[in-house]
């Protein structure tokens, strides 16, 4: 059985950083893990990706150069390091693992999901 528990989320300010961390249980294999975030009132969009072998990353446009996913294997845990947040990056954010094969570049070609942390940028 997977099982994806998120931790790290909580208030910061504008040009602040925060890392949320997953820990990923179960078959992962060939499996890609990401993080996708839903704001109140919106769809669950994409943020990040990182394929199984850990090899390639995939990022939202609005995160490129801010966000960073990484993971340590030793661990079972994937990471999102957000730096320079911006109050629009204020959301739930869920750590999730794709279908096999998948890159996990869209919402839809994931499978399983964590309960999310709440990230909350003030301006």
């Known amino acids: 059985q997977v099982q994806l528990v998120e931790s790290g989320g909580g208030l910061v300010q504008a040009g602040g950083s925060l890392r949320l961390s997953c820990v990923v249980s179960?078959?992962?294999?060939?499996?890609?893990t990401g993080w996708l975030r839903q704001a109140t009132g919106n769809e669950r969009e994409f943020v990040a990706a990182l394929s199984w072998l850990g090899d390639q990353t995939y990022y939202s446009d609005s995160v490129k150069g801010r966000f960073t996913i990484s993971r340590d294997s030793a661990k079972n845990t994937v990471y999102l390091q957000m730096n320079n947040l911006k109050p629009e990056d204020t959301a739930v954010y869920h750590c999730a693992l794709a279908r096999p094969h998948y890159t996990g570049e869209r919402r839809d070609e994931y499978e399983y999901w964590g309960q999310g942390t709440q990230v909350t940028v003030s301006s």
């Open positions: 179960g078959r992962t294999s060939m499996r890609a």
